[in-house]
């Protein structure tokens, strides 16, 4: 008769989930055991909180004492259809909110509190108590997509690879048909003014103005199919990051609706060390793969389109949460996809680009966006981490 106990091959917490507060400044996970947050830079941790329970989603309110709180996980702490408002100082839930089916994710200001379900956007006054103020209908929506900004809502629409954007303060809606197949990511510039979009193809990042939903560019991240895990814009609005399972980090110039001339979208400016430039017509150039390929009249397109100017690999760590070898996948309940989100993008500033990801093996990276002597621009990670100390 064996008598010996089974070996624990889950030592520490695992995250379920992670999220950056609205200037990166500050990054929240969700764990099988409760939440933690961690300062940016450096990573450092900054509060934990063990409920013995588990975390599925945990978003941040800038860096106040707010958090909401989603169950997740094999042991949820909460229902997994409650948005619990968390005050960290008080140590308890000061609102509840309750849906008939699973919350996806969810979105905070200190005016708004934005709920995203499967099919459905749902939209409160951020008050004691919440007021409801809208519903929307969306497509199917795994991933719970939807950004909030200062003056703009953006979500799925009600058909694949559509997006509606709602005014917050008037309410007016706003349809962009942004790509053929269903939306995989989403992220509004810091000033509003831009919307980045990437389908389930995940080849194409399309930018729209959130002022008349036009369509300013689109860029290419490759040409073989991918799945897109996060887009983030630099808080200068300048610069556009893209994260997908092919473990690499692709660096864009993002053209804006304030850059726009008489003859169209003048040429993006970028940072160095001592000065803003603009970017010549030769480093333009690199950012067409193909060169003079691209100039040649009835050739494909891909050989024309907008690449990115640099990129870097990043880590998805060893993740044995996910299933072992040979194993079929089981997901996670209670969190977004199933899975443990990884490569999620975050600006520290306008040249620093940090990507995190959840999971047994979380990870906090840094890269630095520079410009060599030759005038190139590049990508290079100078820091990372195991967040969690494994």
Known sequence: MNTRQAIDDSPGP??????????SSCFSVGLDTGFCVFNTEPCELKASRDFNAGIGVAEMLGRSNYIALVGGGKQPKFPQNKVIIWDDAKQQAVITLEFRTQVHKVRLSRSRIVVALQNSIHVYAFSSPPEKLSVFETADNYNGLCCLGTDIIAFPGTAAGRVQLVGVKTGNVSIIAAHGSALKAMELSPDGQVLATASETGTLIRIFATSNCARIA???RGVDHAMIYSIGISPDNMLLAVTSDKSTLHIFDLPHPSQKSQDGYSS??????????SITSSEETSSHKWGILGKIPLMPRVFSDIYSFTSAPFETGDDPSIGSIGAPYVPIPGIPGGRPAK????????????VIGAGRDGRWERFIVGTADDGKRYCVRNGWKRYLGS
């Open 268 to 277: 993006p400016q970028y940072v160095t060390a001592n000065s803003t430039q």
């Open 14 to 23: 695992i995250s379920l989930s992670v999220a950056f507060n609205h200037d």
């Open 218 to 220: 689109e860029l290419r």
């Open 343 to 354: 490569g999620i993008i975050g600006w520290l500033n306008e040249y620093t680009v940090l």
